[in-house]
């Protein structure tokens, strides 16, 4: 007995698809008393993904499907090819799903004449013939109603058989116009193009009215990966990044510190660091790790400087530095009869590390990170934790262009 046999992937969401269709053919074949297909599938693995124009752009859970059974026979017959002849003259050979090499060697050798049964000897218009080996090595082309006659298979129950094949080629993402909803994206590759993104155009967030004009970076990352319009040199340069993936490396690292944590964010995070490809669902908050991680980087190498800090002036001294604005925190408001004052904590830092602190109730201050020009009146010196503090009072504050590193 010669059996048949097919083996090929199909994403694993369409396992129970393929079932049914087997199901259903097998059903169609035992009609026409043909033996059933016997149906496996592997346990399901990360498959590489490539978008229309070719691009690896994630990886989807794929399961492998093997479909096998008994090549029909009958009395030394078997049909092995299906000759489709359309109006130009042109004939599409379609080997019988799981043929043995043997016999597809043997259809694609062979010399159809179209239109012409060897069985009845009459050359007409068909739309199509078939091809039967025998075992002795003899091969006939037969027209539709002579296979049966001339091998004793029933052509009907082949043609069900014949669905087999369509099954391994069909396509089982139907729409073009989108990714698969069950694709993933390896984490590295998203922290790396993240990361690069940042280097590139510094750390936008969708909620800072600041940024309104400007691409949040998840929006950016995302287009990398799934935005078939994005310009291939912007790609270009993403990828050109040098210490992207160094930087991606140290990120992780600090993700996967996170797991466990009392915080709901820094464990989210370390959850999803932990996993190799994560869904595109949740690539904004794997993104924002990158932001996290740089502003721990920034609040260790503040602290690391401020332990250099020492009292700046004298009570009553007039200062003028050039600084960093390291805080800036929300305090209490107070009031004034009904009238509400707002007032503010900033913190700055010069290039010797010394802290300066001024408690403001003015209506406009510098954000976290501004590089300026602070002068103030020392009110007095103190201790926070270890870092020695400059109090300042009656401060003026005006924006400096940074100084290159």
């Known amino acids: ?58 990886k989807r859970p794929t399961v492998t499907v093997t479909i096998s059974g008994a090549l029909p026979r009958h009395q030394g017959w078997t049909v092995i090819a299906r000759l489709d002849h359309d109006e130009e003259g042109e004939t599409i050979a379609s080997l019988f799903p799981g043929l043995p090499e043997l016999y597809a060697e043997a259809a694609r050798q062979h010399r159809a004449t179209e239109g012409f049964c060897q069985g009845c000897s009459v050359a007409r218009h068909r739309t199509a013939t078939y091809l039967a080996r025998h075992e002795n090595g003899e091969i006939k082309q037969l027209g539709t109603t002579c296979v049966e006659p001339y091998t004793g298979l029933p052509i009907k129950g082949l043609e069900a058989l014949w669905r087999l094949g369509t099954i391994k080629d069909s396509d089982w993402d139907g729409d073009e116009g989108s990714v698969p909803a069950d694709l993933r994206v390896p984490v590295d590759e998203v922290l790396r193009v993240a990361a690069a993104v940042v280097t590139r155009d510094g750390r936008f967030y969708s909620r800072s009215e600041q940024w309104k004009n400007r691409v949040p970076t998840a929006d950016s990352v995302d287009a990398y990966f799934f935005d078939r319009k994005a310009p291939q040199e912007w790609r270009a340069g993403i990828d050109a990044e040098p210490d992207a993936a160094n930087t991606a490396a140290a990120v992780r690292a600090w993700a996967l510190q996170g797991y466990g944590h009392l915080s709901e964010y820094r464990h989210k995070v370390g959850q999803l660091a932990k996993g190799e490809t994560v869904a595109p669902r949740h690539l904004p908050t794997l993104v924002s790790a990158v932001a996290g991680w740089h502003r721990d980087q920034e ?107």
């Open 1 to 58: 007995m010669t059996s048949a046999a097919m083996r090929f992937s199909v994403p694993a969401t369409a396992e129970s698809r393929v079932r049914q269709l087997v199901e259903a053919t097998n059903a169609r074949a035992a009609i026409h008393s043909l033996s059933p297909y016997a149906l496996d599938f592997s346990a399901p693995f990360l498959a590489d993904y490539r978008d229309v124009d070719g691009r690896v752009i994630g």
């Open 299 to 405: 609040k260790a190498a503040i602290e690391r400087a401020a332990q250099n800090s020492k009292p700046q002036g004298t009570k009553g001294e007039r200062l003028t530095v050039p600084a960093t604005v390291t805080t800036v925190i929300e305090l209490e408001e107070r009031f004034y009869g009904y009238h509400a004052q707002r007032r503010r904590l900033i913190k700055f830092q010069d290039q010797q590390g010394n802290v300066y602190v001024w408690f403001s109730s003015a209506a406009t201050v510098p954000d976290k990170g501004d590089e300026v020009e602070l002068t103030g009146t020392v009110k007095e010196h103190s201790t926070y934790g270890e870092t020695a503090q400059t109090v300042l009072t009656r401060c003026r504050v005006t924006e400096r262009e940074p100084v290159a590193a």
